[in-house]
């Protein structure tokens, strides 16, 4: 955030104020000497802000200047893995907080990478991220460090010992004491995912692999090991049950007539398979969900969603990603007629306070599913969804209970629900069937909308239809010149023509 003020500062308010100066020049006809002693004290001036708003170390920020084989990269990590907050290297940053580049920066990040993850223990898998970032439009590596549930985290060669254990004091990190790490360790959370052994050992994990597969990442026969989908006795542990081809997990879908959870509309289930095929069902219905209101004035037309999409999609995600299963629940989402509840099984985890929480303090309960996340990219970095959410919404919208972390999204505006009374005998009219043929077209188009290269499986699930049910739906908004199928039924996508 320094970083990016100063950047701000150096390109856009010193040249603004700098403008502003040359204007009152031109304006009041003042001479060339005038312009020079001004442009001198500019210079100046952005000078010294410069230097005042320059990155510095501190509690969370650590700069390195290079990767090399003395730097103990190790040591850095485990000591923001142990400390409550986590925190952030930079490789290509001297000690005074000057951005001086990296060299070879993919070589360098593989690096890092392997030395993390061969180096420290418990796996921090799931736990850091290793990127780039341009500050002064100098290339640098920057290290995101999540604090560790499973602490004490040591460097593998001394094991845990103070020479292994080490957290963050100030601007260093410092050997723990071995009260101190006996501590950290009758406090570990044990009852972890991974510890967990699977119900189920005849777990195939085929949708997983396609997950990876789309991401140009292939799964090798040593996976279960390599993404913690095994317990320290070698069985596969809960995790590896939540990711396979099948299982008893659900999430339910609630959708309610009114305010309250009186008259339920209707309950629907996506699970019972790999949790991320589950998570992509939850997240398709919800956008099908998201009426968009829309008026017309002079000049455009105004299109306002029930709720923000994005806000909406990372609140879904965070809720399934750090549930809590030990419970043996899953996450659960309502619709009500005004607003969204979605609703997290398990408090924030311990360590973490309420304003670490909303500030985007990273602490993982489940590490191994957030590393699978983010490998196929369904989660983009870790902490960032929490900044993602609170740019719409306000700590107002969370809920925390004793089990339970619940956020509230009100609706933007309301849809008028049409009230059907009375008893409906005999045949359905034709008008009614034209006009739930035309809501469910609707759903459709905005379905296609938000992703044109979805497929029919994806369609039938979102909308509870048959496959028949969606391609009736499909030509009859080909045939009204609504829709229309781009380059082939395989590589390609779907073009809303015009709309109704």
């Excluded at 410092?174 to 699977?198: F, G, K």
Aim: glycine share 6%; net charge neutral; hydrophobic share 40%.
């Amino acid at each position: 955030m320094i970083a990016r003020l100063r950047l701000f500062i150096l390109r856009h308010a010193i040249p603004t104020i700098f403008a502003c100066f040359v204007y009152k020049i031109h304006k009041s006809r003042r001479n060339l000497q005038m312009y020079l002693h001004i442009s001198k004290k500019i210079t100046i001036f952005a000078a010294f802000l410069a230097e005042c708003i320059k990155m510095t170390e501190s509690n969370r920020i650590e700069f390195k200047r290079e990767l090399t084989r003395d730097l103990d990269i190790e040591k850095e990590v485990v000591a923001f893995l142990n400390y409550r907050e986590g925190g952030i290297i930079y490789i290509g940053i001297d000690d005074n907080g000057n951005p001086i580049g990296v060299k070879d920066i993919d070589a360098d990040m593989l690096k890092i990478k392997d030395r993390i993850r061969m180096g420290i223990s418990p796996s921090p898998m799931g736990l850091f991220d290793v990127t780039t970032e341009m500050i002064e439009d100098v290339p640098v590596i920057k290290i995101f460090v999540a604090s560790g549930s499973e602490k004490p985290y040591y460097k593998k060669q001394y094991g845990m010992s103070p020479k292994g254990c080490y957290m963050r004091i100030g601007t260093a990190a410092e050997p723990m004491t071995q009260a101190q790490i006996d501590d950290l360790y009758t406090h570990r959370v044990h009852n972890s995912l991974r510890n967990i052994i699977s119900p189920r050992q005849d777990l195939s994990f085929v949708q997983l692999r396609i997950y990876y597969a789309e991401k140009g990442m292939q799964l090798n026969d040593n996976f279960l090991r390599t993404l913690d989908l095994l317990t320290d006795d070698g069985n596969l542990n809960y995790v590896a049950y939540l990711l396979a081809d099948e299982n008893g997990n659900s999430m339910k879908l609630a959708k309610y007539a009114g305010t309250d959870r009186y008259e339920l509309i209707s309950n629907n289930e996506y699970g019972y398979c790999c949790l991320l095929t589950a998570t992509q069902k939850v997240l398709d219905k919800l956008d099908i969900e998201n009426n968009v209101s829309s008026v017309i004035t002079p000049t455009r037309r105004i299109d306002t969603p029930q709720w923000d999409r994005i806000a909406v999609r990372e609140a879904v995600i965070n809720a399934i990603v750090h549930n809590d299963y030990s419970y043996g629940a899953p996450a659960k989402i309502e619709l009500f007629s005004d607003h969204l509840e979605i609703t997290s099984i398990g408090r924030i985890p311990q360590g973490l306070s309420q304003d670490d929480f909303f500030s985007g303090v990273s602490l993982p309960r489940n590490r191994e599913l957030m590393r699978v996340f983010r490998d196929v990219e369904v989660v983009e970095a870790l902490g960032s969804g929490m900044q993602r959410i609170m740019h719409t919404y306000t700590k107002d919208n969370f809920e925390f209970g004793d089990n339970y972390v619940r956020i509230t999204i009100p609706y933007n505006w309301v849809e008028e629900q049409e009230k059907v009374t009375g008893k409906v005998t005999g045949k359905v009219t034709e008008r009614v069937t034209e006009r739930v043929t035309e809501r469910t077209s609707d759903k459709l188009l905005r379905l296609i909308a938000v992703n044109p290269s979805i497929t029919i499986p994806r369609m039938m699930g979102a909308l509870s239809l048959s496959e028949s049910g969606v391609r009736k739906i499909i030509r009859n908004l080909q045939a009204h010149g609504i829709l229309r199928r781009v380059d082939g039924r395989k590589e390609g996508h779907w073009e809303i023509i015009s709309t109704k």
